[in-house]
């Protein structure tokens, strides 16, 4: 998914640092006992929990939506390895800027542009919470769809209480218009965000594989449908 | 009933209420007595109403109703059923817990548990308090690691919750201060610092995603701001009644729900990872008043 760019070659090196590859470094001493104190804080992060407790601290072995193994979703592309500073820090000038290019060429426009598709399916994808939990609960997509969680994080229609994570979006066709160049912002936003706000808390749902092209047709067609309870 | 996603499930059901009331009624004359014998200067609903009178905090103060409740919390009675269970020789040892240490000596629990996660010498390990009670039930008490006393975790009606609920009581209203003097303290506190911004996931989130910012909502629900210690000395002060769950929690199952709202994999009970973060959240509030039992959404 993530091309070489100057991200991917700069966090490389990061990961490097911080993290030599696998859990060599977890050397056990003479009574076969692994030393955590020997380890540097991230070191001794990814051996919690890809290694301790016999094969992790998590259920690694468990099967996820997307295929493969829950082993594989814990481990990090270079976008989340880049975001993920002590306290919650920023990276520095060159990082973001690579993290936006490398965002922006992650984004796959719809064959014959950007188009609004059906608002009343758009409204319950933006309020479901349901989709891609693994663990002890299971999300079982062959019996309901995934849905986008929008209204975890933020207010759209007012007839629905929204999070406040994220900034309100009610009557946003109504107040910025349904010009080309919101609907590919807004298009951009949902699909890979870090375009404009590198290593925003909103998760990547297009470039993440979250939504479909026809399910984000579809809330941006919530987003920005005159019809639609938002632009009320 | 709409997916919540990441909220609690049936909290909005008013059947609840009225179980809840039912309850509440019976926990009166329970809070009263266990309100004497426990360090009760200042039940927990005083300890919460003094947050809440130093700072300004929409996570303190989102829920008018529980803190109303708080003198009938119902895991007062949790708690009651654990002093006894606590006291009683169980197990093929045939011995009580009074013979377990959880940090301050064998059957010393006052202040005990605002110092846990902490490093205990005849495991070589930091533990916390239910790590520490699976190896007290299995080593000192000689149940075997399948019996269900060790392995049912969760739900009001499990020893582990009627045990940690009574434990942690014996520290309402004291500062949290996990130590960190051991090298293995020290090294499991970096390690959940990092685990703490660590993103991944099929929604990249880290803790901060959800937590780094005061009076923020996800749905209906404040978040508590792990950077402010008044918000998340209540966020961390587990045993809780929760409310939409109608049982008493851990910060064991907490920590498992936030993986599971971050969409990242199931957390095995008692892993190192989950001390962890467990040992850096306790940082995070220390020198915070301990809520015990609280009661949350």
């Known amino acids: ?232 | 009933m709409p997916a919540m996603g990441w909220t609690a499930t049936n909290k909005d059901n008013p059947l609840m209420e009225v179980s809840m009331f039912k309850k509440a009624l019976l926990a009166l004359p329970v809070a009263l007595a266990l309100g004497a014998a426990a360090h009760a200067e200042k039940p927990p609903e005083e300890v919460l109403q003094g947050l809440i009178d130093s700072v300004d905090s929409a996570y303190l103060t989102q829920s008018e109703q529980n803190l109303l409740m708080m003198p009938d919390n119902p895991a007062l009675w949790v708690g009651m059923d654990g002093e006894d269970l606590f006291h009683t020789a169980r197990g093929p040892n045939n011995v009580s817990m009074e013979a377990c240490d959880f940090g301050k000596g064998p059957g010393v629990l006052e202040g005990a548990y605002v110092e846990m996660p902490r490093y205990f010498e005849d495991t070589g390990k930091v533990m916390d308090l239910e790590t520490r009670i699976v190896h007290c039930m299995t080593e000192v008490q000689g149940f075997d690691k399948d019996d269900p006393a060790v392995k049912q975790r969760h739900g009001s009606g499990s020893d582990h919750m009627k045990l940690q609920t009574y434990i942690a009581m014996q520290s309402n209203g004291m500062e949290w201060n996990n130590p960190l003097d051991h090298p293995l303290e020290k090294a499991m506190r970096d390690a959940g610092e990092v685990l703490f911004a660590r993103r991944a996931g099929k929604a990249d989130f880290n803790c901060f995603a959800c937590h780094g910012q005061s009076g923020k909502q996800v749905r209906a629900s404040v978040l508590p701001n792990a950077t402010v210690g008044e918000d998340w000395t209540k966020a961390i002060s587990w045993p809780a009644f929760r409310v939409g769950h109608d049982n008493v929690r851990s910060s064991q199952h907490r920590v498992r729900g936030c993986y599971y709202q971050m969409r990242q994999a199931g957390m095995k009970a008692g892993s190192d990872a989950s001390i962890a973060v467990i040992s850096y959240w306790t940082d995070l509030a220390r020198g915070q008043p301990a809520i015990l039992p609280d009661m949350k959404r």
């Open chain 1, 1 to 232: 998914m993530f091309k070489k760019t100057p991200l991917a070659a700069g966090v490389a090196a990061f990961a490097t640092i911080i993290f030599a590859g696998g859990c060599a470094v977890a050397d056990a001493d003479k009574s076969g006992k692994v030393d955590y104190t020997a380890m540097t804080p991230h070191e001794l992060a990814e051996y919690l929990m890809f290694e301790a407790n016999g094969g992790g601290g998590f259920n690694l072995s468990q099967e996820v939506q997307e295929g493969g193994t829950a082993r594989e979703r814990m481990q990090q592309d270079e976008l989340q390895k880049a975001c993920s500073i002590i306290d919650d820090g920023k990276p520095d000038a060159e990082t973001l800027s690579a993290i936006r290019a490398a965002a922006q060429e992650s984004i796959v426009y719809p064959e014959g542009g950007i188009k609004l598709g059906d608002w009343k399916k758009g409204r319950e994808l933006a309020w479901s919470g349901f989709g891609y939990r693994i663990g002890h609960n299971f999300d079982d997509h062959s019996k309901r769809e995934a849905g986008g969680t929008c209204y975890n994080c933020h207010q759209l229609a007012t007839d629905r209480t929204g999070g406040t994570v994220g900034p309100s979006l009610t009557g946003y066709g109504k107040t910025r218009g349904t010009s080309d160049a919101i609907l590919k912002y807004a298009y951009d936003m949902i699909y890979n965000p870090h375009v404009y706000f590198p290593c925003t808390h909103m998760p990547r749902f297009g470039a993440n594989g979250m939504l479909t092209e026809e399910k984000i047709a579809d809330i941006m067609a919530y987003m920005f449908d005159p019809e639609s309870p938002v632009n009320e």
